[in-house]
């Protein structure tokens, strides 16, 4: 077992959750000499029946997809990542990135933001974050952002450790 990361893989979608887990993998990589694979995957789901009438949103969402993943190649590398791929797929973010990305790019560490679900969507459809986390044969870091519920940040103010 090694203690190192060399395949990180962070999933984003233009979210807060999102932004922070791209920022926390750009230390990590570069901590880690890692190649950072920067994910973003198209959830056909969600607009499949409109898609039908209208081919449009499909190409709006691969446009928007390329410009975000290309913006954060760029910062990336900026921050001193030598090494970063950029993929963007269709399907169920919950089963592409955890099975299929995962393995294609040999992923040793994947990183994604917390969501934003209330427990009724939780119940219904389940969140990306936690399927990722049950499904993953590697280590999986959920990233929150500083606007957690305020009870959570009162959780891990008294578990930092100013030392480390």
């Known amino acids: 077992m090694t203690l190192k990361y060399q395949q990180i893989l962070v999933a984003v979608d233009g979210s807060k959750e999102a932004e922070w887990a791209f920022k926390k993998s750009v230390g ?12 973003n995957i198209i959830d056909t789901r969600s607009f499949a029946a409109i898609e039908a009438y209208d081919r449009s949103i499909a190409d709006r969402a691969q ?4 410009d975000l993943l290309a913006d954060y190649k760029k910062e990336a590398v900026a921050s001193g990542v ?7 797929d269709y399907g169920s973010p919950k089963t592409m990135i955890s099975r299929d990305l995962a393995t294609k790019v040999h992923a040793d560490l994947i990183i994604c933001g917390a ?19 049950r499904s993953a044969t590697c280590d999986v870091l959920v990233v929150r952002t500083d606007d957690a519920p305020s009870d959570l940040k009162g ?4 578990n930092q450790n100013p030392t480390a």
């Open 28 to 39: 990590i990589a570069t901590r880690n000499n890692a190649t950072l694979n920067l994910v």
């Open 82 to 88: 030598q090494n970063v791929n950029i993929v963007v």
């Open 155 to 158: 959780r891990a103010e008294d």
């Open 115 to 133: 969501t934003g679900l209330n427990a009724v969507e939780r119940f219904l459809i389940g969140s990306v974050s936690e399927h990722i986390v």
């Open 63 to 66: 446009k928007f997809a390329e």
